[in-house]
């Protein structure tokens, strides 16, 4: 709960309680939402969608607006994001491998040449 509304732990704790608290008293007195609860359900409640808001966003890469997601980019963008993350790894690998090769211990490259074929260079 602090970590979807980014809130404190205490104040989190708080909220629960009071929502604990709230819908004891509901059951209790057989669902009669007060004038309040139910101004506080519209606002939240989006029935297009069909679900509760809980946040509402704009993706810090291409703007989109991103509903229910504690993440910084959209889906687009984290895939995208995602792609160049992989292609910056290989770049990376086949850089090292390089250098790898230009800086091998002198003797190395014959010594594994011997190992892998059983023949020196
Ligand atoms: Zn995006």
């Known amino acids: 709960m602090s970590e979807i509304f980014e809130l ?9 309680n009071d929502y604990q608290r709230w819908y004891q008293y509901i059951s209790l007195y057989g669902n009669k ?20 808001m809980w946040s509402k966003r704009r993706c810090s890469e291409c703007g989109a607006l991103m509903y229910n997601n ?3 980019l959209c889906e687009g963008c984290t ?3 995602n792609h160049f993350k992989a292609l910056e790894a290989i770049a990376y690998m086949q850089n090292m491998k ?3 090769n ?3 211990p002198e003797g190395f490259v014959s010594a594994k ?4 074929y059983g023949e020196d260079l």
């Open 8 to 16: 404190t732990h205490q104040a989190a704790e708080i909220a629960f």
């Open 70 to 72: 504690k993440e910084a």
């Open 98 to 100: 390089h250098y790898e």
């Open 79 to 81: 895939q995208e994001d």
């Open 102 to 104: 230009d800086y091998e």
């Open 33 to 52: 939402i007060s004038a309040t609860d139910k101004t506080i359900y519209n606002h939240f409640y989006n029935i297009i969608r069909n679900e509760f």
């Open 113 to 116: 040449y011997l190992w892998l």
